[in-house]
Nanobody, 121 residues
Framework: QVQLVESGGGLVQAGGSLRLSCAAS????????MGWYRQAPGKQRELVAR???????NYADSVKGRFTISRDNAKNAVYLQMNSLKVEDTAVYSC???????????????WGQGTQVTVSS
C-alpha cells in the first residue's frame, strides 16, 4: 500500500513564504510524476505544479514565477516552495503521485490527505 504524507501548511501573511513537503511510503519501484493540486472553498480543484521523473515541470499560470516544485526521486518526495504568497493562494493543497509502480501490481495514482494553506492580508 502506498501512502502520501504532506507537511508544511499553515498560516502566513501575504507576501510571505511556505514550503510544502510530500513523501510517498511503501514498496515503490518508481513514480512517473508527482504534483500539487489545490482546492479553495467553492472552487474546483486545480493543478498548481507538476514534475515528472525526468524533472520536466509545469505550473499554473497564477503561480508562475512565485512557486517552485522540486523532487527527490531517491526519497519519493516532492516539494513546493511558495513565495510571494497572495490571499488568493488560500486553499487545501494536496499532493498527488501518478502511475506509481509497486512490485507485483499495476501502476496506480495516489493522493495525500491535504494540508491547509491560509494567506492573510
Amino acid at each position: 500500500q502506498v501512502q502520501l504524507v504532506e507537511s508544511g501548511g499553515g498560516l502566513v501573511q501575504a507576501g510571505g513564504s511556505l514550503r510544502l513537503s510530500c513523501a510517498a511510503s511503501g514498496t515503490i519501484f518508481s513514480i512517473n510524476a508527482m504534483g500539487w493540486y489545490r482546492q479553495a472553498p467553492g472552487k474546483q480543484r486545480e493543478l498548481v505544479a507538476r514534475i515528472t521523473s525526468g524533472a520536466t515541470t509545469n505550473y499554473a499560470d497564477s503561480v508562475k514565477g512565485r512557486f517552485t516544485i522540486s523532487r527527490d526521486n531517491a526519497k519519493n518526495a516532492v516539494y513546493l516552495q511558495m513565495n510571494s504568497l497572495k490571499v488568493e493562494d488560500t486553499a487545501v493543497y494536496s499532493c498527488a503521485a501518478e502511475r506509481v509502480w509497486v512490485l507485483g501490481t499495476s501502476p496506480s495514482d495516489y493522493w495525500g490527505q491535504g494540508t491547509q494553506v491560509t494567506v492573510s492580508s
